[in-house]
């Protein structure tokens, strides 16, 4: 026995269902394209950062400003940036100041510095413009100081930028160490006689 054949839907119900099928591709769409919009203004970063330092200082007094120089920085599809602030993983550790310079014939100046910014001749820039791509860079160097207890340590710093309507907070992975006199521990070796 045959089945009989089924006979074709009335045109204004196979144009509401076409209609209905548009409408959701059309709101999927919209939404990925939200998603990927939200995603790019909130969790992607033009600013990226190669660190620098890894260092433990010896005899810090108290309050007694260290430049650093932690982090080379160049921009990935943004023109400018700017850089609003600097701060640490506080456990005793205080920045004092923060500066970007573009590095001097991409040769960038790496380590650590006794005295201020102005005195390692940073001029308090807190503009980056160089692209990634043109394999140059900006240094982005810390001033530094312990508080008045014990030793100052972090493994972290937070560069805060903003770049047209974006913003955010970049994580650099820096270990910084300053000593107080006469520490000896896992982060302080103890300083050579002489030295």
Do not use: K
């Not at 260290?66 to 023109?79: F, P, R, S, V």
């Not at 640490?88 to 205080?94: K, N, Q, T, V």
């Amino acid at each position: 026995m045959t089945r009989p054949e089924t006979p074709p839907a009335p045109p204004a119900q196979r144009s509401s269902r076409s209609r209905r099928r548009l409408l959701v591709a059309a709101v999927s769409v919209v939404l990925l394209a939200g998603g990927v919009s939200a995603w790019w203004l909130l969790r992607s970063s033009p600013v990226e950062a190669v660190p620098a330092v890894n260092v433990a200082l010896p005899d810090v007094d108290p309050g007694e400003p260290q430049m650093l120089m932690i982090a080379l920085l160049c921009l990935d599809g943004a023109e400018t940036a700017t850089i609003d602030g600097v701060t640490a993983d506080r456990a005793g550790l205080i920045v004092t100041d923060f500066a970007v310079r573009p590095a001097e014939s991409g040769e960038p100046t790496v380590g650590a510095f006794d005295g201020t910014l102005r005195e390692s001749g940073f001029s308090g820039g807190r503009t980056v413009t160089v692209a990634c791509a043109d394999d140059t860079y900006s240094e982005l160097a810390v001033e530094v100081s312990r508080g008045v207890n014990g030793p100052a340590h972090t493994d972290d710093f937070h560069l805060h930028w903003r770049s047209g309507v974006r913003s955010g907070a970049l994580p650099i992975e820096a270990s910084v160490t300053l000593c107080a006199s006469g520490q000896v521990d896992e982060y302080c070796a103890p300083v050579p006689p002489g030295s």
